[in-house]
């Protein structure tokens, strides 16, 4: 499915991360890429995130999933909405839906979560940390959304949920299959389904918080340092206090700590390696046996594509020369020539086409049995799956 009435470049200067946009159907054509029963089939699955929310007069209540089978027989005539994550590792057809926002670098896309509710279901009015397109698959929901929210916001008291206390609208729609609203993080907001079998397909991003970047990649530069690298003052002069703790005595273990975490190039890598680490691991394609370079080979020679797991993070790093580096769940590939153009193409899409005159290429086969043998990268089968 493609976006025909939308403009990328007008809408990333006016409206991401500044604030939230109605677009009303820029479809070609829409069509509902998956059933409810589909999405209810995924919450009783183990190893995928789902949640029920339920709603009891002016309360709501939260349960966690995997939900047993029986649950969705006893949930009453009350309002209730059925919350799935990553509903893009399972559906192709949900996963379709990415393709169009790919004007937003992969490395910023989350996943697509995906929502069931009966009449007057909702997750009530709550902010997000991160930017969101909530696309309307079937039915109509209705999404007030209001002013931007900080930690000073206040909060209703609630055990599970994290819903705004004196939430006040400042703008109200009533979404219709195929429309979109666009929410930049912090901006609240409610949807609450109007008429029962409503879908909404929220397409989320992701953005690092700094705490994430100075943990991850100040533990990871701190396991390469040794016991003997440490702080040293063949200089020390007798000092006035011996209780203070001088200016130039914090000028240099601070340095030492910047010094550490300065390399950029290395900091490139170790995000990529982060960037690509799976969040839900569930779809474990790694084959039995590893895959030998010739088999991998031959099945180039006659042309059978590639597919990656929808599961796993894809992404590259140029470096210098037209070399770069790979990533791919949390492994990361330095490539060059042959191998750094089939990286290329790996990145760009679900399913690869390889040139068949690649297959007597050694770093291109060791490239993609690495790949194929840590459950990233698969051969399709005749029938398009792998
Ligand atoms: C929903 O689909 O009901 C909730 C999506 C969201 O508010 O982020
Ligand atoms: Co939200």
Redesign the pocket.
């Known amino acids: 499915m493609q976006l025909s009435r939308f403009n990328a470049d007008l809408f990333l200067r006016d409206h991401w991360q500044k604030r939230p946009l109605l677009i009303r159907s820029p479809w070609t054509r829409w069509r509902n890429p998956l059933e409810p029963d589909e999405l209810a089939g995924l919450a009783c699955e183990e190893g995928v995130e789902s949640r029920l929310i339920l709603r009891d007069g002016d309360a709501l209540r939260l349960e966690n999933g995997p939900l047993p089978e029986s649950r969705f027989g006893d949930l009453g005539s009350g309002p209730w909405?059925l919350?799935v994550q990553a509903v893009d590792h399972h559906a192709p057809d949900v996963a379709a839906l990415i393709e169009p926002f790919r004007f937003v670098p992969d490395w910023r896309i989350d996943d697509v979560?995906v929502?069931y509710?009966t009449d007057g279901g909702?997750?009530g009015p709550?902010y997000?940390q991160y930017d969101?397109f909530?696309v309307q698959g079937l039915g109509r929901r209705r999404w007030r959304v209001g002013p931007k929210c900080d930690a000073e916001t206040p909060l209703l008291p609630h055990e599970d949920l994290r819903l705004i206390a004196d939430f006040e609208a400042t703008g109200d729609w009533i979404l219709e299959p195929g429309d979109i609203l666009y929410?930049p993080p912090g901006y609240a907001?409610d949807?609450t389904a109007v008429g029962t079998d409503c879908m909404?397909y929220?397409i989320g991003f992701r953005a690092p918080s700094r705490a994430e970047l100075v943990e991850g990649w100040a533990e990871h530069q701190a396991d390469a340092l040794a016991e003997d690298d440490r702080y040293a003052d063949p200089d020390l002069n007798a000092q006035p206090h011996p209780g203070e703790i001088t200016a130039p005595a914090i000028d240099r273990l601070h340095a030492m700590v910047l010094d550490a975490l300065a390399d950029r190039d290395a900091f490139a890598r170790w995000f990529g390696l982060h960037n690509s680490l799976p969040k839900y691991a569930e779809a474990d394609w790694r084959p039995e046996r590893p895959v030998g370079r010739d088999m991998v080979s031959a099945l180039l020679a006659q042309g059978v594509p590639l597919c990656r797991n929808p599961a796993s993070r894809f992404a590259f790093i140029r470096g210098k020369d037209g070399a770069l580096t790979l990533f791919a769940d949390g492994h990361g590939f330095d490539c060059v020539g042959d191998s750094a153009a089939l990286a290329e193409s790996l990145c760009a899409g679900q399913s690869v086409a390889v040139d068949p005159g690649l297959a007597g290429s050694a770093p291109v086969l060791t490239l993609i049995a690495a790949l194929i043998d840590q459950g990233s990268l698969a051969f399709e089968e005749d029938d398009g799956s792998r």
């Open positions: 909405t919350l979560m929502s509710a909702g997750v709550h997000d969101v909530l929410v907001h949807g909404t929220s």
